[in-house]
């Protein structure tokens, strides 16, 4: 008994140790990397002193094809983000419609997403952390968001 659950707590251990390495394919987005779980809050990891804090991002989330999307991620969109000291950091989402970065972003933030030709500004500026999934859930949307990233 004492072996098996030694075995169980050190395969969980193993597991956290492991977050987000490069291990994520499209279709295993619970795995650890890039590709990992779209449409999650990656800063709640991907910060000092979060599970992933040796990844630390200022910015990231996922765009999708609609506001209530829950399993579509857009691949090639563009997301702009400009800080206040006009520094423009321009990311491209990868196959599951995730995007992230850790250069350092002066706030207030602007942002804007491009696809397909199209182009859409977020309507305020951003003075908060850039955990986009944060507030843009197809759930529970908060700050006014109107649901999640989406391509214009």
Known sequence: MKILLLSFVLSVAMTGLLACSDGATANDPTAPGPLMRPGEQ???????????????????????????????????????????????????????????????????????????????DMPIPLNADGACNACHSANDPIGGAAGRIRVP
């Not at 991620?73 to 850790?102: C, H, M, P, Q, R």
Request: one cysteine or more; charged letters at 15%; proline letters at 4%.
């Open 42 to 120: 990656c800063l709640s990891c991907h910060r000092a002193g979060g599970q992933a804090g040796e990844k630390p991002w200022t910015a990231a989330g996922t765009v999708f094809d609609g506001a209530g999307a829950s399993s579509t991620g857009v691949a090639g969109a563009v997301i702009e983000i400009t800080g206040a000291d006009g520094k423009v950091e321009s990311l491209t989402t990868n196959e599951v419609g995730n995007f992230y970065t850790a250069a350092p972003i002066a706030k207030p933030m602007t942002l804007r997403i491009r696809h397909a030709g199209k182009s859409a």
